[in-house]
T-cell receptor, first 112, second 111 residues
Framework: DTAVSQTPKYLVTQMGNDKSIKCEQNLGHDTMYWYKQDSKKFLKIMFS???????INETVPNRFSPKSPDKAHLNLHINSLELGDSAVYFC???????????FGSGTRLTVV | QKEVEQNSGPLSVPEGAIASLNCTYS??????FFWYRQYSGKSPELIMFIYSNGDKEDGRFTAQLNKASQYVSLLIRDSQPSDSATYLCAVKGFGNEKLTFGTGTRLTIIP
């Protein structure tokens, strides 16, 4: 199936831990994104990569570090997790220039 | 002022009626406009996009764009209970890959 896939779907972890979320797309898109959706359902962009290059880096704590090994993959590593990091994180991809995004199924992160 | 504004709802519409969802945006340079539907616990899925002033129809859905008024709307005709979801308006600027989302409108179709 052509899609954007993220793993894991659920992540429960303690404060202070480090965790990673992986994302892969097989749609042939050049651009990938990470969005955070908070408890009020507001979707806010965090990062965007175009062909492995960082093109959007919104105001996000340095504890969040994206990594794109190739244009089909965009991973998100989070250091020293805090309670406020609890949210749903969505990966998405799009063709460059036109069209909307295709979203992955999301990763629900709960920090306890 | 928020970049993309939507009434959060909830908006309740009887089954078979027309649901009207509205969105305003602040950046006059915005070039393309999108409507996403998000069911509870699921990811957003693209319903429609529109680039030019006027109406664009796709089945039961019609997107309307008025760039002078910085206003986008989505009409859903013959509303069905399966249309109950949160509808997200999103806007993309010129030469900018970033989609800026509104906070969404929660729509409930009453059987």
């Amino acid at each position: 199936d052509t899609a954007v896939s993220q793993t894991p779907k659920y992540l429960v972890t303690q404060m202070g831990n480090d965790k990673s979320i992986k994302c892969e797309q097989n749609l042939g898109h050049d651009t990938m994104y990470w969005y955070k959706q908070d408890s009020k359902k507001f979707l806010k962009i965090m990062f965007s990569y175009n062909n492995k290059e960082l093109i959007i880096n919104e105001t996000v704590p340095n504890r969040f570090s994206p990594k794109s090994p190739d244009k089909a993959h965009l991973n998100l590593h989070i250091n020293s997790l805090e309670l406020g990091d609890s949210a749903v994180y969505f990966c998405a991809s799009s063709p460059t220039g036109v069209g909307g995004y295709t979203f992955g199924s999301g990763t629900r992160l709960t920090v306890v | 002022q928020k970049e993309v504004e939507q009434n959060s709802g909830p908006l309740s519409v009887p089954e078979g009626a027309i649901a009207s969802l509205n969105c305003t945006y602040s950046d006059r340079g915005s070039q393309s406009f999108f409507w996403y539907r998000q069911y509870s616990g699921k990811s957003p899925e693209l319903i429609m996009f529109i680039y030019s002033n006027g109406d664009k129809e796709d089945g039961r859905f019609t997107a309307q764009l008025n760039k002078a008024s910085q206003y986008v709307s989505l009409l859903i005709r013959d509303s069905q209970p399966s249309d109950s979801a949160t509808y997200l308006c999103a806007v993309k600027g010129f030469g900018n890959e970033k989609l800026t989302f509104g906070t969404g409108t929660r729509l409930t179709i009453i059987p």
